[in-house]
């Protein structure tokens, strides 16, 4: 995962370039929190997986059980916290429609043994640490 965290002056072509020039393409997923970067990236680069932008996120989070069936995912996956401005963005439920709609969870910075099992038996995709050896440790539990 690459993160994009500048936006003025844009770096996309020219990190899309370099993507395609080193072959990485399939090899990464770019991530911005900035909708117009990620907008930008796509639309530049629209092989290249990538993670939802914050306002894709907040759609994503009010999906329903009602609305599920027309939502169309921007992209392949969510790289989140757990909760964000008190509201609980990685639940077992959310997983589960990302799931369904065949959207990736990643979840970051978790460094505690315990929310690693959590997170790992709601069945995230990914989790985003700063410590991967008591991630190694967990996951070899």
């Known amino acids: ?3 994009i965290k500048q936006s003025e002056p844009s770096i996309v072509p020219a990190f899309a370039k370099l993507l395609e020039d080193r072959r990485l393409q399939d090899r990464v997923v770019v991530a911005s929190f900035n909708d117009e970067t990620i907008q930008e990236f796509r ?3 629209p092989s290249v997986r990538t993670s939802y932008g914050l306002a894709e996120v907040i759609e994503f989070i009010g ?7 027309d939502y169309e995912p921007p992209a392949q996956f969510l790289q989140v916290p757990i909760q964000q401005l008190g509201v609980d963005v990685v639940t077992k439920e959310t997983v ?17 043994p ?28």
């Open 1 to 3: 995962m690459i993160e």
């Open 43 to 45: 639309a530049t680069a």
């Open 63 to 69: 999906v329903t059980e009602d609305t599920e069936p």
């Open 96 to 112: 589960a429609r990302g799931k369904r709609v065949n959207v990736g969870m990643h979840v970051w910075t978790i460094n505690d």
């Open 114 to 141: 315990e929310e690693m099992r959590l997170l790992i038996d709601f069945g995230v995709a990914g989790i985003i640490t700063d410590d991967p050896k008591t991630l190694a440790t967990t996951l070899a539990e």
